[in-house]
């Protein structure tokens, strides 16, 4: 899909991502930690946005039951990084719109996350909301459990 913003959101694997999950979400951390169990699941996707083919934003989608908040068929965004000179700049936003679509197409009825800190107003504009308190995931963070109704 071509985008005004002069990129294009692709279906991608998730080894094409891997390196951007290492810069941008696990700096200092092995390269193994950015290999998530559910990457290669049947039902999981995964999208990026490139600008002359590379990819500049990224995030990761499966099914995956929540117990915060009753839904049909739940999908859990995971992974969800911008390279540093792409941020606030409507790359992500532009990719996170492209997913409701796809979730829609699988019937998802609810899609929810571990967000950081530092993205809460970024998941907060696209019409997430905050369930509970904070929370530590080690040796990663603060986080609050964030949903979107699809």
């Known amino acids: 899909m071509q985008l ?3 990129i294009e959101i692709v279906d991608i694997n ?3 991502i891997r390196p951007l999950r290492h810069t941008e979400l696990r700096q200092g951390k092995d390269f193994s ?3 998530y169990l559910r990457d290669n699941d049947k039902e999981t996707f995964h999208l990026a946005c490139r600008i002359n083919r590379k990819i500049i934003t990224c995030a990761t989608f499966y099914p995956e039951i929540t117990d915060k908040k009753v839904s049909k068929n739940p999908y859990r965004l995971r ?3 911008t390279h540093v000179d792409f ?17 829609k197409e699988k ?15 970024f998941y907060k504009s696209l019409g997430f ?13 603060p986080h609050f459990y964030m949903y979107k109704e699809i």
């Not at 941020?87 to 979730?103: D, I, T």
């Not at 019937?107 to 107003?121: G, K, M, Q, T």
């Open 79 to 81: 992974g969800m990084a």
């Open 33 to 35: 930690s950015t290999s």
């Open 4 to 6: 005004d913003l002069g």
């Open 107 to 121: 019937e998802c009825d609810l899609l929810w996350c571990n967000a950081r800190l530092v993205a809460i107003s």
């Open 14 to 16: 998730a080894e094409e």
């Open 87 to 103: 941020r606030r700049k409507g790359y992500a936003a532009e990719l996170m719109n492209r997913s409701f679509e796809v979730l």
């Open 129 to 141: 909301k905050i369930i509970g308190d904070i929370f530590d995931i080690k040796e990663i963070g």
